[in-house]
């Protein structure tokens, strides 16, 4: 394999931060995973595993861009900030929004029909809820624990920008992996939800045993070059044994749940090209 070599991280010029809050999160690790993309030439870059999209928002856009989720209710957010007439509305839905623990509960209580109010729906409560957890509302509200809601429509604006041109869409991973390009070169960031996740608080659909070994099996497959975030545990450490595996901590963003300190966590970089550090 191809040695590359990595240099410091440098937020790129259209830097813009994530407008989610989300857990499993990618903020406090764009240091330590962008140098691993940067190094990489590549005119389309690809996300299985969008999510709150930290590192898609952190790294220089290229010709061709393409995000990606499972969760349809995060997919339609991204959809209603990507269109620019729907856009207009749906960031004037805060103008005036407050955040307690009463109109979350009115959140967690609203009958949302259109994809409209499902999306303001699922924004509220992923800003207002526990690390943006939006799989059990009722997790809880706390206050101080997001930027207020006047502060929110800078953030969509900034993405609105940002996913000019993007590709959105909620597919299996599977899918994207494997589609074909008439790009030059294909560069994938996968972070799927870690092996030993607690998936029933944090995620709507499990990620079950089948799904990480179905990953690991359409990686070793693919001829696009990929830089994968895992928990780092002998379980990954084994699936991955053919690839570059580099060990790094960072702090999680899920650990502030009961007012305590954020902490760090042992992670693993892995990809299919080989990186000089």
């Known amino acids: 394999m191809s040695k590359y070599k990595i240099h410091p991280y440098q937020k790129s010029l259209d830097y813009s931060k994530s407008p989610f809050r989300y857990p499993g999160g990618k903020f406090y690790a764009l240091k330590h995973i962008i140098p691993f993309l940067d190094i990489i030439e590549h005119d389309e870059y690809r996300e ?17 861009n393409w995000i990606n989720d499972i969760e349809p209710e995060i997919i339609n957010v991204y959809e209603h900030v990507l269109c620019d007439e729907q856009f207009e509305i749906f960031k004037d839905l805060f103008d005036n929004e407050i955040a307690t623990k009463n109109r979350h509960k009115e959140f967690i209580n609203m009958k949302a029909t259109s994809k409209l109010d499902k999306a303001f729906k699922t924004y509220y409560l992923n800003r207002t809820s526990y690390s943006g957890i939006i799989n059990k509302p009722a997790w809880g509200y706390r206050d101080g624990k997001s930027s207020p809601p006047q502060n929110w429509k800078n953030f969509l604006v900034n993405a609105n920008r940002k996913l000019t041109d993007v590709k959105i869409t909620n597919l299996d991973f599977e899918e994207v992996i494997k589609a074909d390009s008439d790009s030059k070169s294909v560069l994938m960031y996968l972070d799927p939800p870690y092996f030993l996740a607690d998936q029933k608080r944090a995620y709507k659909r499990p990620f079950e045993l089948n799904d990480h070994i179905r990953l690991m099996e359409t990686l070793k497959k693919t001829s696009y070059k990929f830089c994968l975030s895992y928990d780092d545990c002998q379980e990954v450490r084994k699936l991955y044994k053919w690839a570059n595996i580099y060990e790094k901590s960072w702090l999680y963003n899920t650990a502030n749940l009961n007012g305590t300190s954020r902490v760090k966590g042992r992670e693993l970089i892995i990809t299919n090209y080989e990186a000089i550090l």
């Open 48 to 64: 299985p595993f969008v999510g709150g999209g930290s590192v898609f928002f952190g790294k220089q856009k290229v010709k061709n």
